[in-house]
Nanobody, 120 residues
Framework: QVQLVESGGGLVQAGGSLRLSCAAS????????MEWYRQTPGKQRELVAS???????NYADSVKGRFTISRDNAKNTVYLQMNSLKPEDSAVYYC??????????????WGQGTQVTVSS
């Protein structure tokens, strides 16, 4: 079993910052890509940022220069530092990871989501 638990969401004024964390636990041998998605009501979930096990990161155009994704492989944790937040960044943010278990199985896994609300 693999679990992803997010934390760090909340309410912030426009221009402010938040840092999201997502910790993976369970029968983990290694974790390949770790990603952050976000979703607003009535819209599809969109990829915000991704980071490989080697630390290579990619970002959606809408967050480039404002968000930074990073990971701590020793802690099986991925972070999303969000700066210069805008009201349109408001969404439920989800963590996603491709986990290789100790039984050598691949487990794509999602967190439960954390709400980010940016007030204008």
């Amino acid at each position: 079993q693999v679990q992803l638990v997010e934390s760090g969401g909340g309410l912030v004024q426009a221009g402010g910052s938040l840092r999201l964390s997502c910790a993976a636990s369970g029968t983990i041998f290694s974790i390949n890509v770790m990603e952050w998605y976000r979703q607003t009501p009535g819209k599809q979930r969109e990829l915000v940022a991704s980071v490989t096990s080697g630390g290579s990161a990619n970002y959606a155009d809408s967050v480039k220069g404002r968000f930074t994704i990073s990971r701590d492989n020793a802690k099986n944790t991925v972070y999303l530092q969000m700066n210069s937040l805008k009201p349109e960044d408001s969404a439920v943010y989800y963590c996603y990871a491709v986990v290789v278990t100790t039984q050598d199985m691949i487990r794509p896994s999602w967190g439960q989501g954390t709400q980010v609300t940016v007030s204008s």
